[in-house]
């Protein structure tokens, strides 16, 4: 499906963020509409329920730790400490001591610097979200804290898939940004449990996912094909893995995304 439809106040910003059809644009417009031409994005504060789940499991070990939006420097120290958390990693990004982020009730808070805000929200959402994915595997009885965790949680962790994003340019990472929260927001109206508006089309989320895929191709070059796929995983199975949506999208969005990996290996020398 073509996407032709853009959204002028990102374009403001320097953001080309395209929509198949204005119902397409309305139906994740009360999710874009937090982030609409910001540049940095700054994901919405951390709701009540959001930082009493961070304080109950920000100690457990994360299973795929985002750490390629760390210094090389700061995510070499954090490795050789061992067991890595959201609490730990968080400590280290802000050059905190340990015991900090348990001890300062305000480190979530941080100060109202635009970069600063950008950078913490990210990770603690991406946290966040792996954490609950990583409990609800296996386990019904959580698998409703990962469903219904926010949309910006899911649109954080996809960024965590992309290697080197330490080194993007910033409009690249607002420009991933700007398209996670949309495909997030279809992914989850696009859960086959759950009735769909009548506007919907599984064609938007293939539309939205390949338009996130490919704002990385000019800054992004895989070092082989199974990081490439690996990439692919993670934007694609992580996200039926928890939200359960359609089949079908499930196999053209992998189709998709392989066809893009294996485009932005760089070749043979």
Avoid at 22 to 32: C, G, I, T, Y
Avoid at 57 to 77: M, N, T
Avoid at 201 to 208: H, N, P, Q, R, V
Wanted: hydrophobic share 45%.
């Amino acid at each position: 499906m073509l996407a032709s439809k853009r959204c002028s106040t990102c374009a403001t910003s320097g953001i080309d963020l395209f929509f198949c059809s204005h119902e397409h644009q309305k139906l994740v417009w009360p999710n874009h509409k937090l982030v609409c031409g910001q540049d940095p994005v700054i994901f919405p504060d951390l709701s009540e329920d959001e930082a009493r789940q961070i304080g109950t499991l920000a100690h457990r070990e994360l299973s795929s730790p985002a750490l390629q939006d760390l210094p090389a420097s700061l995510a070499s120290k954090l490795l050789r400490r061992g067991k890595i958390s959201l609490a730990r990693s968080t400590e280290v990004y802000l050059g905190a001591s340990a015991g900090d982020f348990d001890e300062d009730s305000t480190i979530a808070d941080g100060p109202d610097i635009p970069a600063f805000r950008h950078e913490l929200l990210l990770r603690l959402r991406d946290g966040l979200f792996s954490l609950l994915n990583d409990l609800s595997r296996g386990k019904p009885e959580n698998l409703e804290q990962a469903l219904n965790s926010s949309t910006f949680n899911y649109a954080a962790f996809l960024h965590s898939a992309v290697p080197g994003w330490a080194d993007l340019p910033q409009l690249a990472k607002t420009s991933f940004l700007h398209r996670a929260v949309v495909v997030a927001t279809l992914v989850k109206l696009g859960r086959a449990d759950t009735p769909a508006p009548a506007s919907f089309k599984l064609e938007y989320i293939a539309t939205s996912m390949r338009q996130l895929a490919l704002s990385l191709q000019p800054y992004v070059r895989f070092p082989s094909l199974g990081v490439a796929l690996e990439f692919a995983r993670a934007l694609v199975l992580e996200a039926r893995s928890v939200y359960k949506f359609h089949a079908l999208i499930s196999t053209d969005l992998a189709g998709a995304m392989i066809d893009f990996s294996c485009k932005a290996v760089p070749p043979a020398q």
